[in-house]
């Protein structure tokens, strides 16, 4: 097909596809009587009770969900199907307050103003501009234009002359590159400039020149039919060599663009989608270089493709990148979002605009609140991501040293906030914590929050190689070698994890580059034994695997030979089953015995022992606890004293002063975990962890080493994590008498912290398990000097959110308590209270007073606790009953004597304490009167 055929096909399409509203509002004045007088039968049958009971119900589907586009869309074409036009305007008016319109409801909307004529021209006018603001919109544009030249007066008075001439400029400047409509605003343009010249006696020179531009303008832009235009143009004007070349120019491009608009033309006009087509369109605009006329094309596929997310992000980053237009791209960030809120690259664009525009930190903080508010219940990290990105510059951007204290705080109330409601996100919210626990680090010099970052994000995942040296390279960088060297111990207690040769390549360039003889060798040592328990590790799983698979290939056999022989089973029984002797039935069926065991019997109700080694054993049977006739229990045999010479005695009294107890492990840790975490304490003898029946660990054991010095070593490592639980290191009691005897010597055994009313010390709740030590510090220091600040943890390390702040003086509590109390600290809002915490079960309170303190532990005879749970009293009903009476009848009787003893003395008579009590006889009276 050739070129000029194509633009005859072209042009003969959007002939047929033509706008025939303009020939409906040329004769709307003539049909304007018969109107009002329709209206009025109108309103007549609007009365009637069905189409009431319609509109309700439209009405109703709107108020429902007034997010849900086809309910607007049928109320309002209900509406107009019944000539209710002031619940029409109502409802167009909701909708465009809601959603961007379309091309066509923007039509019908300014169509039905017209013919009821209750707005201004001016007001028209408007609504039109309105229109236009949503989408590219061609035909409204032209419908605007042929409106403006046709309603706006006389043509005589020069400020309706300028208007009609604004009106065609903003429509070239808007649709002046669309192929298609540009040339029908063009010709109406020029025609009316020819009909200003022939109704004036002679054309000026400008008159001229300004019709010559026109035609210039629209031969120099590739669109349809340029072949008539261009004759047309000679035939009035004559050739023009040089403008003869930009229109050859023109005709290049557009055929080189023509395949791809008849394309888009056929996907319009046969329903199909059009994107694909208008891709193809746009990446064939753009490497011709015209920015103008890839935003025209951007324009007309969003117009046909507007809930397509992808095209508005290109077309966002096209403006901004390759215009640099960001006045624009702020403009077309505001459309995307009204058509794709849900978007949150959408949002992420409009933040980078805002800060491209310079704009104010609280300007560019509402639309993120917005952007919140739209994407709820979505992933947010990347939007979050972005805006704590945009804080970052403006912290580091800022001309002082220091950052700002606001948009500090700012920056840690909104992570704060995405760590809480991105908790149904891991895999997004580990990108985030990284780049926090980075600016932390980096920015604020606060190492001891990125480390808490960190050590949360190792405990989600701690087989991550990545995670793991990304928190060395971290430490590495910002950090001290201290604790890069604690970090490598921990991180070498995972044998399991995805790269171990990684991290032992980064530990011994480390130390090559930075530092000694003597750490190298110890690094190359430790290297070595983590190598071989990542071996051993490897070598297990595999065995494991191995007896898995086996095992469930011989369930696999024993399924089939079950499933064979009840075959085989059935099989026999339909071909006896003429036969009604039971017994020749019963004698087929095959019977299934219970297996004996070997060996001697076992309680499976009794616990296995564990032994010093850490064996479990099972508990003696009945035939071992037989007893002699002489009373005796037989002696043991020679294999059972054999066995127990073999059996190392571990944590006794011969080796406490080198052994330790271990507690609070986590369940998975096996011994080998917990020998490689003690390694580079000294030399480990041996392990023992306690297991139960299952042979599963119960989180507690004992270490002996080769010398005492490895114990203090190991001490230290109280609550340090083994894998990803705090381990409780303490050193071991050999028996209950000696821990019972040395425990009011023992400072561990003592309780650390106080009970009872401490006027000088504080309870701060409902803190962010965020918070650390330091930035208590800093909230509580300004009010006066403190002597501790402890914040309370589980078991695993994890912050309870409580916490107790300790003054040197009482005044300075008081007044940090009115100040602080109900403020925000890293985006909670706290409580402080004066502390008193309660006395734990089988204490006293401590009540203090000044400096000194008493505390009673004596438990008092009355109270219940001070028997166990299993003792009964045994003492009859009856005698107990007599026994309360008696009590009773006492605490009355010593009430009424105390009574009498005061009235007694008022009267000035001195009564003897003995006389106070009741005697014997009382106690016979009251019981003979009960």
């Not at 429509?171 to 020029?190: K, M, N, Q, R, S």
């Not at 003086?809 to 602080?820: I, Q």
């Amino acid at each position: 097909m050739s070129i000029t055929a194509s633009l005859n096909l072209l042009a003969s399409s959007a002939a047929e596809n033509g706008d025939h509203k303009q020939e409906e509002e040329m004769d709307s004045e003539e049909s304007s009587d018969s109107e009002l007088e329709e209206e009025k039968e109108d309103e007549e049958t609007s009365s009637d009770p069905v189409p009431r009971q319609i509109i309700a119900k439209a009405q109703a589907a709107v108020d429902a969900n007034i997010y849900d586009y086809n309910a607007h869309v049928a109320l309002i074409e209900l509406c107009r199907t019944l000539d209710l036009w002031e619940k029409l305007r109502s409802a167009r008016e909701i909708m465009s307050q809601t959603f961007p319109l379309t091309e066509k409801l923007w039509l019908d909307w300014v169509e039905d103003e017209q013919k009821l004529k209750e707005m201004s021209f001016q007001e028209v006018c408007d609504l039109y501009t309105r229109g236009t603001r949503d989408y590219l919109c061609p035909k409204l544009w032209r419908s605007y234009c042929h409106f403006v030249h046709s309603n706006i007066g006389p043509l005589t008075v020069e400020d309706n002359l300028k208007v009609v001439r604004n009106t065609f400029e903003k429509a070239l400047t808007a649709v002046g590159l669309d192929p298609v409509v540009a040339p029908e605003i063009f010709e109406h343009y020029v025609k009316f400039e020819e009909r200003l010249c022939e109704s004036s006696d002679e054309i000026s020179e400008d008159d001229r020149n300004r019709i010559t531009k026109l035609y210039r303008r629209q031969l120099s832009v590739p669109f349809v039919d340029m072949e008539a235009v261009y004759k047309r143009f000679v035939d009035l004007f004559g050739e023009d060599t040089e403008f003869e070349k930009a229109y050859q120019r023109a005709q290049k491009i557009m055929a080189k663009l023509m395949p791809h608009q008849i394309k888009v033309q056929q996907c319009l006009s046969s329903g199909e989608s059009s994107l694909e087509a208008y891709q193809e369109y746009l990446e064939a605009e753009i490497s011709l270089g015209d920015p103008s006329r890839a935003c025209c094309i951007f324009e007309r596929a969003i117009q046909d493709n507007a809930l397509v997310p992808e095209l508005w992000s290109k077309y966002i980053q096209f403006v901004s990148m390759k215009i640099k237009d960001f006045a624009l791209a702020e403009s077309v960030c505001k459309r995307a979002i009204r058509n794709v809120p849900w978007v949150t690259l959408v949002w992420q664009h409009y933040v980078n605009v805002c800060e491209h525009l310079k704009k104010s930190e609280p300007e560019v903080r509402k639309i993120f609140s917005e952007a919140l508010l739209s994407l709820y219940g979505e992933d947010t990290s990347e939007l979050y991501l972005a805006y704590l990105t945009y804080l970052r510059r403006i912290i580091s951007n800022a001309d002082t040293t220091s950052p700002n204290k606001e948009i500090v705080k700012i920056f840690r109330d909104t992570y704060h906030k995405a760590f809480e409601t991105l908790q149904i996100f891991p895999h997004s919210l580990f990108k985030l914590k990284k780049f926090v626990a980075f600016v932390e680090a980096k920015f604020f010099q606060n190492l001891t929050v990125f480390r808490k970052i960190f050590d949360n994000l190792i405990i989600d995942d701690s087989l991550d190689t990545e995670r793991w040296l990304e928190y060395i390279s971290l430490e590495e960088k910002f950090g001290t070698s201290t604790h890069l060297q604690k970090l490598y111990i921990r991180a070498f207690m995972y044998p399991r994890m995805s790269k171990p040769e990684s991290l032992v390549e980064k530990y011994l360039l480390q130390e090559r580059l930075n530092g000694t003889l003597t750490s190298l060798e110890t690094a190359i040592y430790k290297t070595e034994i983590f190598l071989n328990q990542v071996q051993k590790t490897k070598e297990s799983d595999r065995l494991k695997e191995e007896k898995r698979v086996e095992k469930l290939g011989e369930l696999d056999e024993a399924r089939a030979q079950t499933s064979s022989g009840k075959r085989r089973h059935n099989q026999t029984l339909s071909n006896d089953s003429h036969t009604s002797d039971k017994s020749r039935l019963d004698n087929d069926v095959p019977t299934f015995k219970k297996p004996k065991l070997e060996g001697p019997k076992q309680n499976p109700f009794k616990r296995n022992k564990i032994t010093s080694a850490g064996k479990a054993h099972p508990e003696a049977t009945v035939d071992d606890q037989q007893v002699a006739s002489d009373g005796r229990k037989p002696s043991p045999t020679k294999d059972s004293s054999e066995h127990s010479e073999t059996v190392p005695i571990i944590s006794s009294e011969e080796n406490a002063d080198v052994s330790i107890f271990l507690s609070n492990l986590d369940f998975s840790v096996t011994e080998d975990d917990v020998k490689a975490f003690f390694e580079a304490c000294g030399e480990v003898a041996a392990v023992s962890l306690a297991k139960n029946m299952a042979g599963k660990s119960k989180g507690f054991g004992n270490l002996i080493f080769k010398s005492k010095e490895s114990v203090d070593e190991a001490i230290k490592l109280n609550r340090e994590f083994l894998c990803g639980r705090p381990v409780f290191v303490s050193h071991f009691k050999p028996s209950k008498k000696q821990s019972t005897a040395s425990k009011s010597l023992d400072p561990e055994s003592k309780l650390v912290f106080t009970t009872g009313l401490e006027r000088h010390k504080l309870f701060v709740s409902e803190l962010s398990t965020e918070t650390t030590k330091e930035t208590l510090t800093d909230v509580f220091s300004k009010y006066g000097a403190l002597k501790d600040v402890r914040i309370v943890t589980y078991k695993n390390g994890n912050s309870k959110g409580l916490a107790f702040v300790e003054f040197e003086k009482e005044d300075d509590a008081k007044k940090a308590l009115m100040e602080l109390d109900e403020t925000s600290v890293d985006g909670k809002q706290i409580k402080i209270a004066i502390s008193n915490p309660p006395a734990r079960k089988g204490q006293s309170k401590v009540v203090q007073s000044g400096k000194s303190s008493v505390v009673n532990d004596k438990p008092s005879s009355t109270d219940y606790r001070g028997k166990g749970r299993s003792q009964i009293q045994l003492v009859p009903r009856n005698v107990a009953h007599q026994k309360n009476q008696l009590s009773s009848a006492s605490k009355r009787s010593s009430s009424e004597s105390k009574e009498y003893v005061e009235d007694s003395s008022e009267k000035g008579r001195e009564v003897p304490a003995s006389e106070s009590g009741m005697s014997n006889k009382d106690f016979v009276a009251l019981i003979r009167k009960n």
